[in-house]
């Protein structure tokens, strides 16, 4: 398996342009989670989906970031509009289930920058 | 609510020196635990995790950890560190709702030494 798949690795735009990550997890899982990591906060879980349903997105800083799962092997967030602080590393994650127990595979990041 | 605390945000060692990296939670139930690392420009891998049964945990690239109730901690130890083992490590906690949901500590970086 190829592993979590996240495009692009790299992002530079400028302030109130519209971003989108995409992510497509290991086939088969049916947890997803959108982390962010900044030097100052760490790592922040943003929204997670179980079977394509969003279950908790109460790490999602404000409006301007929404998250899609449209099928099992595709999700997306998006940043409309983006603003210098919104840099960060984005990682996208998949596990086989909500279960507590199960391993989270991490996806290598995007590395978004705002101008 | 549940936490996670990494009192040491730096850590260097002298290749093939023990190392020890400390990892406290808080958290009212048995706790789910996790240790990851992460190399430069790279996601998150998997070091090892804890969530029943034997408190001394074995995991990938020679790493232990063991879970102590009554500290309230899960310490990540290696006996012999390698150049390659230089990276970021994170300890997570997980359990909450009977849900995947981790909270990461801030995450402790290692130096090695040659």
């Known amino acids: 398996d190829a592993g979590v798949i996240q495009s692009p690795r790299h992002e530079v735009t400028e302030m109130g342009q519209e971003v989108t990550l995409r992510c497509k997890p290991i086939?088969?899982?049916?947890?997803l989670f959108w982390y962010r990591q900044t030097m100052m906060r760490g790592l922040e879980l943003l929204i997670y989906?179980?079977?394509?349903?969003?279950?908790?997105d109460s790490g999602m800083p404000e409006d301007r970031f929404s998250a899609k799962m449209p099928n099992a092997s595709f999700s997306t967030l998006k940043i409309q509009p983006s603003e210098p602080r919104d840099s960060a590393v984005y990682f996208c994650?998949?596990?086989?289930?909500?279960?507590?127990?199960?391993?989270?595979?991490f996806g290598p990041g995007t590395r978004l920058t705002v101008l | 609510a549940q936490s996670v605390t990494q009192p040491d945000i730096h850590i260097t060692v002298s290749e093939g020196a023990s190392l020890e990296l400390r990892c406290n939670y808080s958290?009212?139930?048995?706790?789910?635990l996790f240790w990851y690392v992460q190399s430069p420009g790279q996601g998150l891998q998997l070091l090892l995790k804890?969530?029943?049964?034997?408190?001394l945990v074995q995991g990938i690239k020679g790493f232990e950890a063991e879970f102590k109730r009554s500290q309230s901690s899960f310490n990540l130890r290696k006996p012999s560190v390698h150049w390659s083992d230089a990276a970021e490590y994170f300890c997570?906690?997980?359990?909450?709702?009977?849900?995947?949901?981790?909270?990461f500590g801030q995450g402790t970086t290692l130096q090695v030494k040659p």
């Open positions: 994650a998949s596990s086989l289930s909500r279960r507590p127990h199960n391993e989270q595979f």
């Open positions: 086939s088969g899982h049916n947890s």
């Open positions: 989906f179980n079977n394509n349903v969003p279950i908790d």
């Open positions: 958290y009212g139930a048995t706790p789910y």
């Open positions: 804890y969530f029943s049964g034997d408190t």
């Open positions: 997570a906690v997980g359990g909450s709702g009977n849900t995947g949901k981790l909270i």
